[in-house]
């Protein structure tokens, strides 16, 4: 048998490349097609909320304004912490007929970024923190987004010169996420105060959340890279098995 092993070098050295060469493309592909790896538990507002009931309204404006997946980022990136005032689907049912409705996407934006300040307080800072609060929404002036928050005794209570409303509850805090229920929505000055511009009509537009599109994407694509890693792999066996076999009968 090894006496049938007459191979010409340069064609035994384009023979290894090519087996090379298939090898190393095959292992590439592999290692693409593994799965990300599974993420380990950071913070989810959204799970926090579900949990805790009664903030079905909330977490659904948190996911067309896509400021859940802004909350849950920060939190895994900064160390400052966040406080979130949650209002309940009882606040927002309670609101003016059309009152969020009236509102543009943006000042959905706005008006979400008004319960939320770039800081985790406890309950004791809570009482000592000093006002207007700044918030996500940003300029504190007093026709744009302040907000105060005025305590007696254990109480504290949130004004925003538009509502005035009590802390009822301390739904979530880890250390850097402190979630409190409120009962009333924070109506921001800026979106509803005396001087607010006319609300703009909401556009007819069909919009998707965000979240909804890139799911079925990602999904797509790793389909995509599965199928042609599964042809790949094939391809390379198939000639690195011919490159063999050619080989042997050299
Ligand atoms: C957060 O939790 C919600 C509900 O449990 C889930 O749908 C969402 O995928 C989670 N987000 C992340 C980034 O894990
Ligand atoms: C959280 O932060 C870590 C380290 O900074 C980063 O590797 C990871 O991708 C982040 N996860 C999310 C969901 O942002
Ligand atoms: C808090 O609000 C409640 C009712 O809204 C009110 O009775 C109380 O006086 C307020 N307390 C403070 C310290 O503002
Ligand atoms: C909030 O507090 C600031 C500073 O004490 C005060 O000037 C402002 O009038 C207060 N606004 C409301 C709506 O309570």
Redesign the pocket.
């Known amino acids: 048998m090894a006496t049938n092993f007459r191979l010409s070098t340069p064609f035994k050295f384009l023979t290894l490349l090519l087996i090379i060469l298939q090898c190393t493309t095959t292992t590439i592909v592999v290692v693409a097609q593994a799965p990300a790896p599974a993420?380990t538990g950071?913070t989810n507002i959204t799970k926090i909320l579900e949990k805790a009931g009664q903030f079905t309204t909330l977490i659904r404006l948190m996911k067309v304004t896509q400021l859940g997946d802004q909350i849950?980022?920060q939190l895994?990136?900064s160390n400052q912490g966040m406080t979130v005032f949650a209002p309940t689907d009882n606040a927002f049912s309670s609101l003016k007929a059309g009152t969020l409705n009236s509102l543009s996407d943006q000042e959905k934006v706005s008006l979400l970024q008004f319960h939320v300040v770039p800081t985790y307080l406890t309950n004791a800072q809570l009482q000592t923190v000093s006002n207007p609060l700044r918030t996500q929404a940003g300029d504190t002036a007093s026709n744009k987004f302040p907000l105060n928050v005025t305590t007696s005794g254990n109480q504290v209570n949130v004004s925003t010169g538009v509502v005035d409303t009590t802390v009822s509850n301390s739904i979530y805090t880890d250390g850097t996420l402190a979630v409190y229920q409120v009962d009333k929505v924070l109506l921001p000055m800026s979106l509803f105060g005396p001087s607010a511009p006319a609300p703009a009509p909401e556009p007819l537009k069909k919009k998707k959340s965000g979240a909804d599109d890139v799911a079925p994407t990602t999904d797509a694509g790793s389909d995509n890279a599965d199928a042609s890693g599964a042809g790949s792999d094939l391809h390379g066996l198939y000639i690195g098995v011919v490159a063999f076999i050619t080989m042997l009968y050299l």
């Open positions: 993420p950071p849950n980022t895994n990136n």
